[in-house]
DNA sequence: ATTTGACTTCAAGTCGACTTGAACTCCTAG
DNA sequence: CTAGGAGTTCAAGTCGACTTGAAGTCAAAT
């Protein structure tokens, strides 16, 4: 009804605003992320604002790691239109969690990384000086074989 | 020197301990990750502790989408030993940044989607009969042209 | 003595999500 | 009138990181 659906948008405009290159909207449309999308007399995508919309909200899911097929299904859904919320919503509240426990990783990798940067930083302001270096740090040493006999026994 | 360093491992146990496939534990090898790993006379090989420690390493290194390639440039300079150690930081504080990065879009991501799960699961609970859900909710729409006739430009 | 299970190598296959290429149509500007 | 730029379709290619398959070796258990 308002007037921001009578905006038309070329697909470069799209891609421009929602930073999906051209050929990522003409894929995502064909694997019905969004339904198929109107054309002019020329043949050519005729995108609206709302398109712009969902896009942006496809485009967190996308890279928040969701996959193609399962947005798709949320766009089924929604496209279905009222009496499947249930449905919609375990789809959002599973890749929630999904994507809270990447954080959680993330961060969790994220800590061993910090400390490993820090110890290096440390050493460098310390300089080459740095008597408790003498064999890189404690932490972090590719082991290599030149002292050491032990065998698999044999089996 | 330690004892921990004669204790030797199959393959398959290091595999149990890091999580790490054996295929990709023999790929890790291959690609540099690890230096060429010592073999017993069967021709089999046989890790340390010491080992386990590093894959545990290019574990959270991988995990947390260091490229391999990268991982190997890492594991190398620590190969060569001391007097790298400002390209070792390097390596790691870039790294650290891009995944702190991934973090906040993760989160940012993840209050646009919990957003969406509280509207739904408010909607649930209200159920049916709720009478602001006539079309949906107003953030989640996929553009259906039922009612739109606007052209692009005829270009 | 043979079967089992864990290991070996090497090559080839898989996966998802795009990207790229080739050939074509339009419309506008010079 | 032709050159450019943006669009179109369809098919094929790319990428990284593994995974899988085929064929073989070896040592212990039945």
Request: charged content about 30%; some cysteine.
């Amino acid at each position: 009804m308002a007037n921001t659906e009578k905006v038309a948008l070329s697909i470069g405009e799209v891609s421009a605003r929602t930073g999906l290159t051209t050929p990522t909207l003409r894929f995502y449309e064909q694997e019905g992320l969004l339904p198929p999308v109107r054309r002019n007399a020329a043949g050519r995508r005729v995108f609206t604002e709302g398109d712009v919309a969902w896009l942006e909200v496809c485009a967190k899911l996308r890279s928040s790691g969701m996959p193609l097929p399962e947005i798709r299904r949320y766009a089924d859904l929604v496209r279905e239109g009222a009496g499947n919320e249930a449905e919609r919503f375990e789809i959002l509240r599973r890749h929630e969690e999904r994507v809270q426990q990447q954080v959680t990783d993330l961060q969790e990798a994220l800590s061993v990384i910090h400390a490993k940067v820090e110890i290096y930083a440390r050493h460098l302001v310390a300089g080459t000086a740095d008597e408790l270096w003498r064999n890189g740090p404690e932490c972090d040493r590719v082991p290599d074989w030149s002292a050491d006999s032990a065998q698999l026994g044999e089996a």
